[in-house]
């Protein structure tokens, strides 16, 4: 009985050593964890199961049935974080460099249809390169069949990608179909074709982080919502993260106690708004100090920055917040920022996580580079986004609402259920001089000036909204806090029926 004890121990051994000590060391050296150093970090202490420790690959090709390595190349399984359930799938860069084999597929594909049954969340470690190119077809077949899970699971459990190493092809295809994307910074990179093909094909010389580095996916391309600075920060702030996040589509959002007082006043806020409306402000100050705890997890920090989108808590329970940012273009609506916010918008509502909308938004940016990029078709993504939702909506006007984005920023008229403002709001069609201009063309400098400041008067205020209804209350800023938690209170089982339909079709 020992021998058969003894000989299940040699086998496990021999699968968690995956490529071997070499390359073990190799990853060490570039600053990587190893795939199981990944899930000890990643899950509660003790709490991982793995699946399919003895799998092996079954190809042939190139001298491959010399090269059997148990596990191959992916280690699943799952556990809790901080005792709720997750699956899980790490690549190990150290067993053919990760690469997605028909059997390494398999793998990934049970803990897909296991996370669907649980109705749980999957996260995926990528550090892979791609289809493994000794199996062909049986790769190319194998990822098909994981994208099209990712894409079927899309909306009914959360998914979230990690890229801790280099990955092309397939394993960056299945993180886009992913709910949140997080890279290491350094480390990991992205691309659907690496450096040395696009010289052959471009002529084109690149290094891997100018092509797909953190610092293009979180800034430039948007591909990423986040980047941190090793995989130890970046596994734990995974931790946070699925603290915020729902199991599934139906269980509702997480709670979690708070010492932090609902009605909790923040005096300070009345004044965060500068007496001069171009002055710009801090946003984020204003989330800090409205959250349980100023404990805020922000999505997409830096891409499309003049757009705030990220998750915090109010009476235990998570929130989505979505937040124009004076300090970045005065917080304009640019393409980026509608496709951020309008991403960030869908999924809360996939997951019925209330949005907190607070408004301050000069209108869409003008110019040709925002139309030839298609700010149309970007903005009407925001706007269709707020407008579908079905979970609670509660906006504030801290300062601006101009023009269209007025209407797109959760207001009254698409689907905002309690919409407020502070006394320092403006809510029109444009601002006072552009107005002026335009309507009263031709005038002395003196007429425009008394004409500017009658504008000013009337419109540039939230009492022209507040007359017709637009805007249920004018909040004192100390109470919004406390207002806001009443508001997501008595929403809380708002339901809202939509009509009947296959698919609704976002202009893409
Ligand atoms: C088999 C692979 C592999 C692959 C890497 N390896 N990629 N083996 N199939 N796709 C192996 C290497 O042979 C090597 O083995 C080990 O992994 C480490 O690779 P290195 O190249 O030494 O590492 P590094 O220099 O860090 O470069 C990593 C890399 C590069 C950028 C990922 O290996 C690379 O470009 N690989 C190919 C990427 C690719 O084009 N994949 C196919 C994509 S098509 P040893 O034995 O030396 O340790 C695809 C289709 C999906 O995925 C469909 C999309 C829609």
């Not at 004890?5 to 190799?26: N, S, V």
């Not at 580095?213 to 995989?231: L, M, Q």
């Not at 040709?368 to 006007?397: R, W």
């Not at 339909?501 to 202009?507: M, V």
């Amino acid at each position: 009985m020992k021998d058969i004890l003894d000989k299940l121990e040699q086998r496990r051994a021999k699968a968690r050593l995956g490529g071997g000590e070499r390359r073990i060391e190799a990853q060490h050296k570039r600053g990587k964890l190893t795939a199981r150093e990944r899930i000890e970090l990643l899950l509660d202490k003790g709490s991982f199961e793995e699946f399919d420790m003895f799998v092996e690959h079954r190809s042939s090709e190139f001298g491959m049935e010399e090269q059997k390595i148990p596990g191959d190349g992916v280690v699943t399984g799952w556990g809790t974080i901080n005792g709720r359930t997750v699956y899980l799938f790490s690549k190990d860069f150290t067993v053919f460099g990760g690469s997605l084999s028909e059997t390494h597929a398999q793998k990934i594909i049970k803990v897909q249809d296991m996370a669907m049954k649980a109705r749980a969340p999957v996260i995926g470690l990528f550090d892979a390169g791609g289809a493994r190119i000794q199996e062909g077809v049986a790769a190319l077949g194998g990822y098909g069949e994981v994208f099209k899970r990712n894409v079927i699971a899309s909306g009914v459990i959360p998914q979230i990608s990690v890229i801790m190493g280099p990955c092309a092809g397939g394993d960056v295809y299945s993180p886009a179909m992913t709910d949140f994307i997080f890279m290491v910074r350094d480390t990991s990179y992205m691309f659907v074709t690496g450096p040395d093909v696009v010289k052959t094909v471009t002529n084109e010389v690149v290094t891997s982080e100018e092509l797909g580095g953190a610092s293009i996916h979180t800034t430039k391309s948007g591909v990423a919502d986040g980047s941190y600075d090793n995989d130890v920060e970046c596994l734990l702030q995974m931790r946070r993260l699925i603290d915020f996040l729902p199991s599934n589509n139906e269980t509702g959002v997480p709670t979690w106690p708070t010492q932090d007082a609902a009605d909790r006043i923040d005096e300070s806020l009345d004044t965060l708004v500068p007496e001069n409306p171009n002055k710009p402000y801090d946003i984020k100050e204003l989330i800090l100090k409205v959250v349980d705890e100023g404990d805020f997890f922000e999505i997409g920090t830096a891409f499309a920055k003049n757009i705030v989108t990220g998750f915090g808590r109010i009476a235990g329970s998570t929130v989505g917040f979505v937040a124009n940012q004076p300090m970045v273009l005065a917080g304009v609506l640019d393409s980026d920022a509608s496709r951020k916010a309008a991403r960030f918008v869908r999924f809360c509502d996939a997951f019925g996580i209330p949005i907190v909308t607070f408004v301050d938004v000069p209108g869409f940016l003008p110019g040709t580079a925002q139309e030839y990029g298609g700010l149309i078709k970007h903005g009407a993504k925001l706007l269709f986004a707020y407008s579908q939702c079905t979970v609670p909506l509660v906006t504030v006007i801290t300062r601006k609402a101009f023009g269209g984005a007025y209407d797109v920023m959760a207001s009254k008229h698409v689907g905002g259920d309690l919409n407020y403002a502070w006394p320092t709001a403006q809510i029109a069609v444009m601002g006072a001089k552009g107005a002026v201009e335009i309507i009263f063309r031709g005038g002395t400098p003196e007429q425009i000036a008394a004409q500017t400041k009658q504008y000013e008067d009337r419109f540039l205020s939230p009492f022209v909204a507040a007359e017709r209804g637009y805007i249920d209350d004018v909040i004192m800023p100390h109470s919004t806090r406390r207002r806001i938690a009443r508001a997501l209170a008595m929403l809380h089982d708002k339901h809202v029926e939509m009509p009947r339909r296959k698919h609704d079709n976002l202009p893409l």
